[in-house]
């Protein structure tokens, strides 16, 4: 790594003053970050840890859902929001490994939007609000193509709010070597209305299946997607698996998310 | 260079690091505790896992600095007070559990945080339990077993055995 | 009843102790008085040429202590290639250079034309980043595909070769008419194109080297990651950098596995102990893991049409095989021997086949070097011959198990003369076929397929019936093969005044287990106590020779150097006993750690004896020595032949075209087995990776030489959740007939007999499953290839 210097604030003003610094970057669980930095294929001149943040941690039941804090671990909400939202529970138990989950936090994935990551599917499905340190943004405006986000320069993620849909299931297709999606799907049953993010698969990242969408508000049930096709145009083809693979496996692990849900 | 706190295997202890210096330097180099391995540079193999307030954690993708203050325990603080293996270690010797011994270090301590969380695991949730321990040698067969062996379980019922 | 301890008890290890607890001392861990760092620069680029290191900036650099460039290294020698092979009109093999540090052109993407030693290691990666920006390389085109590498001669490797063929190699060529007729005269002819896929072997431990050179002897010490320290010692001495032997030591301390990668030299040892003697300060280099992905020697990748000629009825008349193998950029030093005599000599598999030719071309591409990996040539034939039986089984609408059991060599047959030069001393390939049957529940599988097919998978079975050739090997037969090196082993036994025993084997264990088990020979045989052996491996000032740990053989040909050494042992304890029982030598006998003389109870015990040898009061010192410790070198009067069946059952996933192995059963034949918990750990581990290769594993470079698959994220190592228990048996022995132990070798059955039984299953499956058009897919089976030849 090259040489950086390392701050780790206490509250997110603090964090917000250090992330106006030249150079600076935040630092979440480091699980992506530091292996890059490790590479020398990132150099930021000040890494500002977020997890001495006690505001930004810790999940409970508030307006318009579950309120999960961006420096909350994978594996603490595995645990804690099991019995809120199960199936955002169980997609953040099944990123990475065990001891992945123990330092890696909502906030960083999502900050990185990696477009084999899992959090953006459960984000964009669940219809979540990222809340940060200047705004508040809608999971449909957040996401913007691979690696690129909403958010400005030094503006930090502070919490997620879930609202918790009726019916939800996540089903993720590992990549062989680094078991991120090589595609995985988060299907979610509102009131409103079915969505359904699709992540791993395209080389726009994360995105909402419309056709899906529009197919399993009248009928929650595989069967209702038979008829729908995939276009491959815009998938991912890579080593583990061509862009037609790639759109199978959003019908296939689409019609299994929604098994799974029902 | 700044001095980093925190408390290792029972005892608080000091050593010099930059920001750059990751918990594998900062207890390989720092305080000469080898037996936490760096096996990767992407997070991905598992021989630096080591417990930080009881959680196993990838040791080579923490900072040091990030760590300041916390409880940290590694292999070498596994033993028994009388110096005898502790339960998963045994489990792992009699079991025949490792072969170059490289893994090892970060495979038990990812096992023994497998089994805090969950006593009596299935085999197919200590399978997925190690997903981020590789190891080259075993086959994972008998690191398996040992592992169901130190939680107390009755072995499965497998084939030829 | 399992023995409690000596030769057949499962003894726990006794090396478990030190690495259960963080003790284990790996190269990396090792740190020493005023070391400095080396950091490779290595090329980004598979083919250039280098017109520029201007070094000034780099050096100039915080802790930046020397820059070395393969300049430096322009005076001294190459890095050989271990075996002379032949093409098949006569001539020899081209061999170039392959230097300690590139010189001239870089080959291959890591090829390390440059090393910064730096005071830290932070400030020598700091340094070789500005040295690289510093350097002008020109590429080149890059030669990455085989077929494509022979077919254009303009764009070469190396400058020399205008072919870029190392070697076109005919086995047997006088066979080769005989074998044309027999194939065109055949009734069937079965045709399989297929690949066996590049491997990166990745022991977890990453590669490691610390040099040291004392100002005031002229001593070099060199401690690296290595399975065969001795073999380093003289690769470096007679031909790199000509550094006397007695002036140099090899250490190779705990070694965190092997797997074939850590046999050969390679050129960061040289370098280590360049800058150690330059700077007078120890020199210390690790590689980081995507160091190793680049430069550490890969294994495999053949790509092997395999035609068979058969009756209708089953029985196998010709083989015939064409090979392009990859070697990679430079000749690591067991390459040219791996595709040829580790590969084609095994083509007849354990079948009675009349005819075999087997051609091998073997093709220098800008990839890193390709070299010896666990089987090391044997799982490559494994694989064509099981692949096409089973076809030809498919094919012919016969039973797989059948047309097998219809080839197999029968238990009569032995000493069986191959039609591709070996001589398989003993066997029983029936009993393990057999046993494998009963114990993978072959009868039950039609209800395991409904119970898959209630689920929406497809169940299939695959069989693979294999044999290889071990315990390398007959000095004679290999140096008649064109191997540089004799392939015996040594073994000291020290008996200490005391009664303990030290041996010094020349056999490296990096995960084998020999300071337990071979301590449990040694205590067997000389009836003490496993607790009094101590093993020393690993390093050349305390061990008389060896050629180290690969291909099966430490127990095979080092163990039975150590038997040897106890022969002698007992033979000089008779000797004192005799003088101080006052017997005729011819009198004494020894059972049980006693030394007595014949039908009275006069005895001495071992422990008496080896005082005795070393006070030696009274000993009529023209006939007896002092002392008691010998040595011995056993080369063996043939390769051992281990054999056995394999039954794979998957599941696949049709929608998704994911795999999963569901059964795996082993039944080897070992010959004796010292230690059942050690070998079945070595089938385990050998499976594991043939599971590996088959479903995940591959080694990918895009058309201008960059890996693709560069680290774990990309290359996809097996996880303990790709693996099920594993069913092994071992119990079907045919002790070797040639060496004193009866042992045949373990360490790479596992790996050999694997991926042709899981990718039989696959195709079984499928077919199974309706899904009768594809014959063929190549390893790995991922599930994009699996799903992509469903809807082919």
Redesign the interface.
């Known amino acids: 790594m090259h040489t950086f210097d390392f701050t780790k604030p206490s509250n997110i003003a603090d964090a917000a003053r250090a992330m106006a610094a030249e150079g600076a970057q935040a630092l979440a669980g480091g699980q992506t970050l530091l292996p890059t930095m490790k590479q020398r294929l990132a150099q930021p001149d000040v890494l500002v840890s977020l997890t001495g943040i006690p505001e930004m941690k810790g999940v409970c039941m508030g307006e318009g859902g579950v309120h999960i804090g961006a420096s909350t671990t994978h594996a603490d909400v595995a645990r804690e929001v099991a019995r809120y939202y199960p199936g955002l529970a169980h997609l953040a138990g099944g990123i990475g490994d065990p001891a992945v989950r123990n330092r890696g936090t909502m906030g960083g994935s999502l900050a990185n939007n990696d477009p084999a990551a899992c959090y953006p599917a459960g984000v964009l499905a669940s219809g979540a609000t990222i809340v940060t340190n200047l705004r508040k943004i809608a999971a449909d405006d957040f996401f913007q193509g691979m690696f690129a986000t909403a958010l400005d320069e030094g503006e930090i993620i502070t919490s997620v709010i879930f609202p918790i849909p009726e019916k939800a299931a996540y089903v993720k297709f590992n990549q062989p070597a680094s078991r991120f999606a090589l595609t995985a799907v988060f299907v979610a049953k509102h009131a409103e209305g079915v969505r359904v993010a699709v992540t791993g698969a395209s080389n726009n990242g994360v995105f909402r299946w419309a056709e899906a969408e529009a197919a399993l508000s009248g009928d929650f049930s595989a069967n209702a997607l038979k008829p729908l096709t995939v276009d491959a145009a815009d998938m991912i083809s890579d080593l583990h698996g061509s862009a037609a693979y790639r759109a199978n496996l959003v019908k296939v692990l689409t019609g299994r998310a929604v098994t799974a849900a029902a | 260079m700044t001095k980093v706190t925190m408390t290792v295997n029972g005892k608080s202890v000091s050593a010099e690091a930059?920001?750059?210096t990751?918990l594998s330097s900062y207890l390989?180099?720092g305080l000469?505790?080898?037996?936490?391995?760096?096996?990767?540079?992407?997070?991905?193999?598992?021989?630096c896992?080591v417990h930080?307030d009881g959680?196993?954690?990838?040791s080579?993708?923490?900072?040091a600095?990030?760590a300041a203050g916390a409880d940290v325990r590694?292999?070498?603080g596994?033993?028994n007070a009388d110096g005898s293996?502790g339960v998963m270690?045994q489990a792992?010797?009699?079991h025949?559990g490792?072969?170059?011994?490289?893994?090892?270090?970060g495979m038990?301590m990812?096992a023994s945080?497998?089994l805090a969380?969950n006593p009596t695991p299935t085999?197919?949730e200590?399978?997925?339990?190690?997903?981020?321990?590789?190891?080259?040698?075993?086959?994972?067969?008998?690191?398996?077993?040992a592992v169901l062996a130190a939680s107390g379980q009755d072995m499965?019922a497998?084939?030829?055995? | 009843m399992p023995k409690d301890t000596g030769i057949g008890a499962s003894t726990k290890r006794r090396e478990d102790i030190r690495f259960l607890t963080g003790k284990g001392a790996f190269t990396d861990d090792m740190t020493l008085h005023a070391q400095a760092h080396a950091v490779m620069v290595r090329s980004t680029v598979a083919h250039g040429r280098i017109v520029k290191i201007d070094t000034a900036r780099a050096a100039a650099m915080p802790g930046v202590l020397a820059i070395f460039t393969g300049e430096d290294f322009a005076a001294v020698g190459g890095n050989p290639a271990g075996w002379l092979i032949n093409s098949r009109d006569g001539t020899p093999m081209r061999e170039p250079k392959r230097p300690v540090l590139a010189h001239g052109k870089v080959r291959h993407v890591g090829d390390n034309y440059a090393a910064i030693i730096a005071e830290t290691y932070e400030q020598g990666r700091d340094a070789a980043q500005v040295l690289a920006d510093d350097t002008q390389i020109d590429e080149l085109p890059a030669v990455i595909d085989m077929k494509a590498a022979i077919a254009d001669p303009s764009n070469r490797v190396h400058d020399e070769i205008p072919d870029n063929l190392c070697f076109d190699w005919g086995w047997i060529e006088d066979n080769r008419a005989a074998v044309d007729a027999a194939m065109k005269a055949a009734p069937h002819v079965v045709t399989l194109e297929l690949t066996n896929n590049r491997l990166v072997p990745n022991a977890m431990e990453p590669r490691a080297s610390i040099g040291e050179y004392n100002t005031g002897t002229g001593d070099y010490k060199l401690t690296t990651t290595s399975q065969n320290p001795h073999l380093t010692r003289l690769l470096i001495s007679a031909f790199v950098m000509g550094i006397p032997e007695n002036k140099l030591t090899v250490v190779a301390p705990d070694v965190g596995g092997g797997f074939g990668s850590k046999i050969y030299h390679y050129g960061e040892e040289a370098l280590v102990l360049a800058a150690a003697k330059k700077l007078g300060r120890p020199v210390r280099w690790t590689a980081e893991r995507s160091e190793s992905f680049l430069s550490d020697a890969h294994g495999r990748d053949h790509v092997t049409k395999i035609e068979m000629g058969c009756t209708k009825e089953g029985d196998i008349l010709a083989i015939r095989t064409e090979t392009l193998a990859n070697v990679g950029a430079y000749l690591s030093n067991f390459s040219t021997a791996t595709p040829t005599f580790l590969h084609g000599t095994l083509m007849s598999g354990p079948y009675k086949v009349p005819h075999v030719y087997v051609n091998v071309k073997t093709v220098f591409t800008n990839t890193a070097p390709v070299d010896a990996y666990r089987g090391a040539g044997r799982p490559e034939a494994t694989y064509s011959i099981e692949r096409v039986v089973d076809m030809m089984a498919r094919e012919l609408g016969l039973d797989p198990f059948e047309v097998r059991r219809r080839n197999l060599l029968t238990p009569d047959q032995f000493p069986y003369q191959s039609p591709v030069g070996l001589m398989y001393d003993t066997g029983n390939y029936q009993a393990t076929l057999d046993k494998a049957i009963e114990l993978g529940d072959v009868a039950g599988f039609g209800a395991r397929v409904a119970a898959s097919a209630a689920k929406g998978r497809l169940r299939g079975m695959g069989l693979s019936t294999w044999i290889e050739a071990c315990g390398i090997a007959p000095s004679n037969l290999v140096g008649v093969l064109g191997s540089r090196v004799g392939l015996y082993d040594a073994a000291t036994v020290r008996v200490n005044a005391t009664g303990n025993i030290s041996v010094m084997v020349g056999a490296h264990s990096h995960g084998q287990g020999h300071e337990t088990v071979f301590a449990q020979i040694v205590a067997d045989k000389l009836g003490i106590p496993d607790s009094s052996v101590e093993i020393v491996h690993g390093d050349t000032s305390k061990i008389p020779f060896g050629m180290g740990s690969y291909g099966s053989r430490s127990l095979a040909v080092c163990g039975s150097a150590m038997d040897r050494a106890m022969d002698k042992i007992i033979a000089k304890g008779k000797k004192i006993a005799a003088h101080m029982l006052e017997a005729a030598e011819g009198d004494i006998t020894f059972e049980d750690g006693k030394f007595s003389v014949a039908g009275t109870d006069k005895a001495k015990t071992f422990g008496e004896i080896a005082f005795s040898a070393y006070v030696p009061h009274n000993y009529p010192l023209e006939t007896l020595e002092p002392g008691l410790e010998e040595t011995a070198f056993y080369d063996p009067a043939n390769f051992t032949y281990p054999a056995g069946a394999y039954i794979c059952e998957v599941e696949v996933d049709p929608d998704t075209g994911r795999v999963e192995i569901a059964r795996f059963t082993c039944a080897d034949d070992f010959g004796n087995v010292m230690n059942p918990m050690v070998v079945e750990g070595q089938v385990h581990g050998g499976v594991g990776q043939g599971i590996g290769q088959a479903l995940l594993e591959n080694t990918t470079y895009d058309e201008n030489g960059q890996l693709l698959t560069g680290s774990f994220m990309d290359y996809a190592m097996p996880r303990a959740d790709d693996v099920p228990f594993f069913a092994v048996d071992h119990s079907c022995s045919t002790p070797c007939t040639h060496n004193p132990l009866g042992v045949k070798g373990c360490g790479e059955a596992g790996a050999i007999g694997s991926p042709p039984a899981v990718i039989n299953a696959v195709i079984d499956a499928l077919h199974r499953g309706g899904i009768t058009h594809v014959k063929h897919i190549d390893m790995p089976v991922s599930p994009n290839r699996v799903w992509q030849a469903i809807n082919a």
């Open positions: 930059e920001g750059r990751l390989r180099e000469g505790l080898t037996g936490t391995h760096i096996g990767c540079d992407t997070s991905q193999c598992g021989s896992v930080v959680l196993a954690v990838k080579c993708s923490v900072l600095m990030d590694t292999i070498e596994m033993a293996l270690q792992f010797q009699d025949h490792l072969q170059c011994g490289f893994c090892t270090p038990v990812a945080a497998l969380e085999e197919a200590v399978r997925h339990g190690l997903e981020g321990n590789i190891c080259r040698c075993t086959g994972y067969h008998n690191i398996v077993k499965p497998v084939a030829a055995e």
